[in-house]
């Protein structure tokens, strides 16, 4: 079973920046696609970004196209997420997934079948 754990995770003020970090392990062989999604309080999970595992395609939520950027290190395992001019609205728990098929829905959370525990985003105004 493949396993992914997030990390990089904070406090930040508002405009200020975060790398968040997604390693998977276990037969990553199987990973088609990685994502990030976040979920705020009393709202539902909602997609982020995400990146093919092989060609390196990248995908955007409108809410974050221009200030995060996704990307990958297939040597070590390893998503990214670099957060840039980071608002107040982006606070939440943000979610690292993979995706083991290749139907190419990448963002709905239904896609992914590897979830991690997610690591925690809190910007101050």
């Known amino acids: 079973q493949v396993q992914v754990v997030e990390s990089g995770g904070g406090l930040v003020p508002a405009g200020g920046s975060l790398r968040l970090s997604c390693a998977a392990s276990g037969p990553t062989f199987k990973i088609v696609t990685m994502a990030w999604f976040r979920q705020a309080p009393g709202k539902e999970r909602e997609f982020v970004s995400a990146?093919?595992?092989?060609?390196?395609?990248?995908y955007y939520a409108d809410s974050v196209k221009g200030r995060f950027t996704i990307s990958k290190d297939n040597a070590k395992n390893t998503v990214y997420l670099q957060m840039n001019s980071l608002r107040p609205e982006d606070t939440a728990v943000y979610y690292c997934?993979?995706?083991?098929?290749?139907?190419?829905?990448?963002?709905?959370?239904?896609?992914?079948?590897?979830w991690g525990a997610g690591t925690r985003v809190t910007v101050s105004s």
């Open positions: 997934a993979g995706d083991s098929s290749s139907s190419g829905h990448y963002s709905s959370i239904y896609e992914y079948n590897y």
């Open positions: 990146i093919t595992w092989s060609g390196g395609s990248t």
